[in-house]
């Protein structure tokens, strides 16, 4: 057995599939397919069984799960050490959209590494699906998100409820027009979208990430929700205007951990984030991108 296999594994338990775990690896269907070949045969074991709708575990690819991601693991942890720099004794990687990382995870960044000067930061931005996988895979400690999936061996916890408001380069905007650009914020926001303006229809511009609506904005005027945090600048700077009396959304944002910790680095990296979610719920200071949490 080696790494690659058990890499090739975890990848089609978490896409469901040979294709996608091909798409996943960079290397092709069949790479993927003689990878498991070797591993099944190595192991006296079948791991999967294909049908139309991809590849599910089979009882004993499910007793192997976890033994394949202690080994990708271990095989990420010994890397990354021996390429630490001496002053540093671990790292903490962490994965979030990247709404979450303007202003949010910077803070909680500077407060770790206050409180645990001997501890590297990995940080990394992603959608849902990725972290997700990653998470899967073992080869994230922590990820923040806005819609998780639930699965066994990870916990999700609810950090805050992040406020959507509307904000315009136009400070008479009233509601969202042809110049509104659309954020995915996942399929609660979308809904709610619907019921609070039925007859919006679909607007003209659509991006992935509220970064871009910021973008857009200020090179071409328009109107767009954005997490309070990120508009707050804006608005304060006059580049943006809140759109006065429009409704604002209340969008959860979730912290993903393994269920199964083995150190004592993560409870406390955990424990900086909850600190600084309650300092954001609170409204203390202006919330996250003025919260100054203690060591």
Known sequence: MDIDQARTFLAIAAHGSFVGAAERLHVTQSTVSARIRQLEADLGVRLFVRNRAGASLTQAGRRFLRHAKTLVLTVEQARHELGLPGRCRATIRMGARIALWDGFLPRWVAWLRRTLPDVGVQGEIGFE?????????????IALMYTPTHVPELIVEHLF???LVMVSTDPDTRWPGEDYIQVDWGPG????????WPDLGQPPQTVNVGWLAVQLMLSNGGVSFLPERMAAPLVASGRLYRVLDAPVYAHPAHMLFPRRIDDDVLPQALEGLRRLARSVAEGRAGGAEQADLPD
């Open 189 to 196: 926001f979308a809904a709610w979208q619907r019921e609070t």
């Open 129 to 141: 699906d990725d972290l997700m996988r990653r998470m899967q895979e073992g080869t994230l400690d």
């Open 161 to 163: 409820d992040e406020q």
